[in-house]
């Protein structure tokens, strides 16, 4: 091994320094690698604790109390196994437990998603969206970077965010973007909700969309949209018909003309 990275060490610079000699930027990229074949050579990576391995093969198989203990056991080798135990405890929904681990990291910051899923789900969503100032990859992520914009009042910034969402090529970034109409309803911002939820259904062709875009016209007080657009949502297959009755959001439809006609638009 030595042999060979002194080789790599020796053969890299050379090719780098005719690279330079030549202004070749591609011999400077092989030569690059061969010099970094050298440092991997040179410096190996630790190789992984097996525990950790261990541990995540137990979570997996919802063992979480032998998860934690051998991960515990091996924590002071290897400190990366707190923050698995923080998975773990996630997992079941125990926060504070989830917290306590990552405290037992000492100064070496947990991932992420851990930072983010531990602050949302324990109500600190200020710090929600100065851990995601943009919006994440990871359309999970981009529901509670959502979820905080509306708890925090910032409706107008989530409904960029659901627009900008439901316009990306992937469907799961474009449900993430469809469920804000929900959390916006129920903040009160019902022009907002209702503009995702016109949005969701022009994307997703689903009529729950435009189901929900009646409930929201209902709250601006917009009782022959709202009504219209019921219609709509039935002639897209909305066929939920217990739902539209029982919806005390749309009860003040039921003594406008054309509700009984758009009920027998339906089967029982």
Same mark, same amino acid.
């Given at each position: !091994? $030595?042999?060979?990275?002194?080789?790599?060490?020796?053969?890299?610079?050379?090719?780098?320094?005719?690279?330079?000699?030549?202004?070749?930027?591609?011999?400077?990229?092989?030569?690059?690698?061969?010099?970094?074949?050298?440092?991997?050579? /040179? /410096?190996? !990576?630790?190789? #992984?604790?097996?525990?950790?391995?261990?541990? @995540?093969?137990?979570?997996?198989?919802?063992?979480?109390?032998?998860?934690?203990?051998?991960?515990?056991?091996?924590?002071?080798?290897?400190?990366? *196994?707190?923050?698995?135990?923080?998975?773990?405890?996630?997992?079941?929904?125990? @926060?504070?437990?989830? +917290?306590?681990?990552?405290?037992?990291?000492?100064?070496? $910051?947990?991932?992420?998603?851990? #930072?983010?899923?531990?602050?949302?789900?324990?109500?600190?969503?200020?710090?929600?969206?100065?851990?995601?100032?943009?919006? %994440?990859?990871? !359309?999970?992520?981009?529901?509670?970077?959502?979820?905080?914009?509306?708890?925090?009042?910032?409706?107008?910034?989530?409904?960029?965010?659901?627009?900008?969402?439901?316009?990306?090529?992937?469907?799961?970034?474009?449900?993430?973007?469809?469920?804000?109409?929900?959390?916006?309803?129920?903040?009160?911002? @019902?022009? !907002?909700?209702?503009?995702?939820?016109?949005?969701?259904?022009?994307?997703?062709? +689903?009529?729950?969309?435009?189901?929900?875009?009646?409930?929201? *016209?209902?709250?601006?007080?917009?009782?022959? +949209?709202?009504?219209?657009?019921?219609?709509?949502?039935?002639?897209?297959?909305?066929? $939920?018909?217990?739902?539209?009755?029982?919806? %005390?959001?749309?009860?003040?439809?039921?003594?406008?003309?054309? @509700?009984?006609?758009?009920?027998?638009?339906? #089967? *029982?």
């Amino acid at each position: !091994p $030595k042999v060979a990275a002194v080789s790599s060490l020796l053969v890299g610079g050379a090719v780098v320094a005719y690279a330079i000699s030549e202004r070749s930027p591609l011999l400077g990229y092989f030569g690059a690698m061969g010099l970094y074949q050298a440092y991997l050579r /040179f /410096f190996p !990576p630790p190789a #992984q604790d097996p525990a950790v391995e261990q541990v @995540w093969a137990l979570i997996q198989q919802q063992k979480f109390a032998d998860a934690e203990r051998l991960a515990l056991d091996r924590a002071t080798v290897t400190p990366e *196994l707190y923050e698995v135990v923080a998975w773990s405890r996630l997992f079941r929904e125990d @926060w504070p437990g989830a +917290e306590r681990a990552i405290a037992m990291m000492g100064p070496v $910051k947990p991932q992420l998603n851990l #930072q983010v899923w531990l602050a949302a789900h324990t109500g600190r969503h200020a710090e929600v969206l100065a851990l995601m100032p943009f919006i %994440p990859d990871d !359309p999970k992520l981009a529901v509670l970077r959502l979820e905080a914009q509306v708890k925090t009042g910032k409706t107008e910034a989530a409904l960029r965010d659901a627009i900008t969402l439901l316009a990306k090529h992937d469907r799961s970034a474009q449900q993430a973007g469809a469920a804000a109409s929900a959390g916006l309803f129920y903040a009160g911002a @019902w022009e !907002p909700s209702l503009q995702v939820s016109l949005a969701a259904f022009d994307v997703l062709k +689903e009529p729950v969309h435009l189901f929900n875009a009646a409930c929201a *016209l209902v709250r601006l007080e917009k009782l022959d +949209e709202a009504l219209a657009m019921l219609g709509r949502a039935v002639d897209a297959g909305y066929a $939920k018909r217990a739902q539209i009755v029982d919806d %005390p959001d749309l009860a003040r439809l039921k003594s406008m003309p054309g @509700w009984d006609a758009l009920l027998g638009r339906m #089967q *029982l």
